[in-house]
């Protein structure tokens, strides 16, 4: 049954990039979990960019989600194109990550869906997306921070050592901030998935009242596996085409992949994630390195990997990753900025390391301790089911979905 505000079901229009169906990335698993339930009590349109015929399309129909595709050319990610795309950025005020996903074809859709579905509630579901109803003032408008995208682009920066790379991701830093901050200007209100990301987005927005969201798991889909039958398999998983996965994958390969090699020889590690570009898809060639690029499963590589590694050293939100890890009860070896954002413990839920050579010497000791893993593993689990279910998530989303529309989002 639909949830009524003064006997009226909510329309919530949702603009992102696409549609949240297959679920094999974070932003994916977090949107569609969240949004099929919302879909049973509020009436929700979701524009993105895709072919109305698609398998993402039908799963939403058939969820009670109204989707509307929108068709566009990919801008290119490599090549001469892409090169030329990253130049001519830099005579506009805003920052690629927004003109790259802006058109006026989705602009046309935008305001025609305004005008004909009327929805109670717009709700960007990137921050990007803001772009296309910021300066609105006829509806609520409501943005949903997946990360605080400056705090990524900082991190970029700071992680980048070729000189013409780091200017270029300075500038993109310094674009990023502005937009974020004059989006949340003009919104009635914000959610973040992490207490530190709502702390970074009301630093300039203390007029908001950002709800924190946090990420969750699909308890009954990712549930608990006997210990593997081999110890010398190591896990990632995450999106091979996003910058901070790939970050993960150079740092843990050049640099504790070696210090863990001259211990145990015979070690492996699987990095499963969709689209690996070249540059990932080479470090495969290296002895004990898998890269598997898009799969349709993740948990089979889960179950055979004695230890999950989490080693990124860029980042924002928080990682799904390390609660699907959690609620499958494997131990898990993080950086600190990989698990930003959880309600976990170091030595009580995960094993927390940031730099190479104690990444490494804190896996080593895992693989040497079953009893070790057991407890974290049984911890971790304990965890995610006190705090990180869907359900609950959902519905103090649709409450505060409820606040903002009736004028509470802000102070």
Request: aromatic share 8%.
């Amino acid at each position: 049954m639909r949830k009524q505000l003064n006997n009226v079901v909510l329309k919530i229009l949702i603009l992102d990039e696409e549609l949240p169906y297959p679920t094999n990335t974070g932003k994916r698993i977090r949107s569609f979990n969240l949004y099929r339930r919302l879909g049973t009590t509020l009436r929700i349109r979701y524009i993105g960019y895709g072919d109305s015929d698609s398998a993402a399309a039908k799963v939403l129909r058939a969820e009670g989600i109204e989707p509307i595709l929108v068709s566009r050319r990919m801008p290119p990610k490599q090549g001469p194109a892409f090169y030329l795309s990253l130049l001519t950025n830099l005579l506009s005020p805003l920052p690629y990550i927004v003109t790259s996903h802006y058109s006026k074809s989705y602009q046309d859709v935008v305001l025609a869906s305004l005008a004909e579905f009327q929805p109670d509630l717009v709700l960007c579901e990137w921050t990007p997306y803001a772009i296309y109803v910021m300066k609105l003032l006829s509806v609520k408008k409501l943005v949903s921070a997946h990360n605080v995208e400056a705090d990524i682009w900082q991190r970029y920066h700071e992680n980048e050592t070729n000189l013409l790379r780091r200017w270029y991701i300075w500038e993109q830093w310094r674009k990023v901030q502005l937009f974020e901050q004059s989006a949340l200007t003009w919104v009635d209100g914000a959610t973040a998935v992490s207490d530190l990301d709502r702390i970074s987005l009301a630093k300039h927005h203390p007029q908001l009242r950002i709800a924190v969201i946090p990420n969750g798991v699909d308890l009954e889909y990712f549930r608990p596996l006997p210990p593997p039958t081999q110890a010398h398999h190591l896990v990632f998983t995450g999106s091979m085409d996003w910058r901070p996965n790939q970050d993960a994958a150079h740092y843990f390969i050049r640099e504790i992949l070696p210090i863990l090699k001259q211990v145990r020889p015979d070690l492996e590690c699987t990095f499963v994630g969709r689209n690996p570009p070249i540059d990932i898809l080479r470090l495969g060639e290296i002895s004990g390195v898998h890269i598997t690029g898009t799969v349709a499963d993740v948990r089979p590589y889960v179950e055979r990997a004695s230890v999950y590694v989490v080693p990124l050293r860029i980042g924002g939100g928080s990682r799904l990753k390390i609660l699907e890890a959690l609620a499958m009860e494997r131990p898990v070896v993080s950086t600190t900025i990989g698990a930003e954002g959880l309600d976990v413990v170091h030595n009580q839920h995960i094993m927390l390391a940031d730099d190479p050579r104690t990444f490494a010497q804190t896996v080593l000791r895992l693989l040497n301790d079953s009893n070790r893993c057991q407890e974290l593993a049984t911890e971790g689990r304990r965890l995610v089911e006190q705090r990180y279910g869907w359900d609950a998530l959902a519905e103090r989303f649709t409450n505060y979905i409820n606040d903002v529309v009736q004028g509470k989002g802000c102070c």
